[in-house]
Nanobody, 127 residues
Framework: QVQLVESGGGLVQAGDSLRLSCAAS????????MGWFRQAPGKERDIVAA????????YYADSVKGRFTVSRDNAKNTLYLQMNSLKPEDTAVYYC????????????????????WGQGTQVTVSS
């Protein structure tokens, strides 16, 4: 079983930056592919970014390309999401998710591919 704890959310103004963190339990962090999803009120949970187990491949939703950066520190068992130039439409609960993978460069983009989820952290961007 994997436990994930997100942190770093908050209330910011448009144009500001935030960095989300996701700390994972276990000693096999380097074998996890990971992703960030978000869910706004009344909407479905959507992919924001994903990263392969070796960090060599990344994926971004079109809405965040050029503004968000996903990264991981395997020594610290932590996933990050650096969010710059935040917009009101980025307001959502952000979730990290992980799955075991044997493919070094594979990224996973759908909810169904991730069995383990954090509890979420709220990001609110005011205009």
């Amino acid at each position: 079983q994997v436990q994930l704890v997100e942190s770093g959310g908050g209330l910011v103004q448009a144009g500001d930056s935030l960095r989300l963190s996701c700390a994972a339990s276990g000693r096999t962090f380097s074998r996890y592919a990971m992703g960030w999803f978000r869910q706004a009120p009344g909407k479905e949970r959507d992919i924001v970014a994903a990263i392969s187990l070796n960090g060599g491949s990344t994926y971004y939703a079109d809405s965040v390309k050029g503004r968000f950066t996903v990264s991981r520190d395997n020594a610290k068992n932590t996933l990050y999401l650096q969010m710059n130039s935040l917009k009101p439409e980025d307001t959502a609960v952000y979730y990290c998710a992980v799955r075991y993978s044997t493919r070094s460069f594979q990224v996973y983009k759908t909810l169904e591919e991730y069995p383990y989820w954090g509890q979420g952290t709220q990001v609110t961007v005011s205009s």
